[in-house]
């Protein structure tokens, strides 16, 4: 089975501090997404990443920053965190160019409040 | 710019209701819809879609797409409390990303 991992289920910050969310893929994905998910607007998607050290910006990258130095693992920095910010971050993964039933797979999610 | 709108945004039901869920989508390079059940965690996947008018099934749950008015359904028959979740509809576009709706959050009562 595939497995996304997001290593900080729940996380308490203050504002201003600099936040890192983790997420790792055991299935040696070229691709991964962030996604935030808001109450009413569904997945937002911020960054994604289609290979090592590359990456995209999704619909609302502002505030965030990714890091992808190896393929397993994808990084969403909060470099000041704000209390907009406060939410729940999905990470997801999927091959690349495999046309196959369900093609993405999600973590857990990772629950942001920040105060 | 890709967009997916689901409707209604939320619903309550009783028992036994049948439910209809309704996805409309604006996707470059369209490639397939998918519909996914979110309860407290991740979402998990229900459906993808690729053909027109072809019913996919699972169990008291069941889905179509029409490609040419470019919107997709998902029923659920004889509904459960163990139904009551966020159902997301996304569309695929050709590999780069998933465009996702607002979801519908459904709440069966007993």
């Known amino acids: 089975d595939v497995k996304v991992t997001q290593s900080s289920r729940y996380l308490v910050k203050r504002t201003g501090e600099k936040v890192f969310l983790e997420c790792v893929q055991d299935m040696d994905h070229e691709n991964m997404f962030w996604y935030r998910q808001d109450p009413g607007l569904g997945l937002r998607l911020i960054y994604f990443s289609y290979d090592v050290k590359m990456k995209e910006k999704g619909d609302i990258p502002e505030g965030y920053s990714v890091s992808r130095e190896k393929k397993e693992r994808f990084s969403l920095i909060l470099e000041s965190a704000s209390t907009n910010q406060t939410s729940m971050y999905l990470c997801?993964?999927?091959?690349?160019?495999?046309?196959?039933?369900?093609?993405?797979?999600f973590g857990e999610g990772s629950w942001l409040t920040v105060v | 710019e890709d967009k997916v709108v689901q409707s209604p945004l939320s619903l309550v039901v009783h028992e036994g209701d049948t439910v209809t869920l309704n996805c409309s989508y604006e996707v470059t390079n369209f490639r397939s819809l998918l519909w996914y059940k979110q309860e407290k965690k991740a979402p998990t996947f229900l459906f993808m879609l690729t053909s027109s008018g072809i019913e996919k099934k699972s169990g008291r749950l069941s889905s179509i797409l029409d490609k040419k008015e470019l919107f997709s359904i998902l029923n659920i028959t004889a509904t459960q409390t163990g139904d009551s979740a966020v159902y997301l509809c996304a569309g695929d576009n050709y590999g780069q990303n998933f465009v996702f709706g607002p979801g519908t959050r459904l709440s069966a009562l007993p």
């Open positions: 997801a993964s999927r091959p690349r160019g495999v046309y196959s039933g369900n093609t993405i797979y």
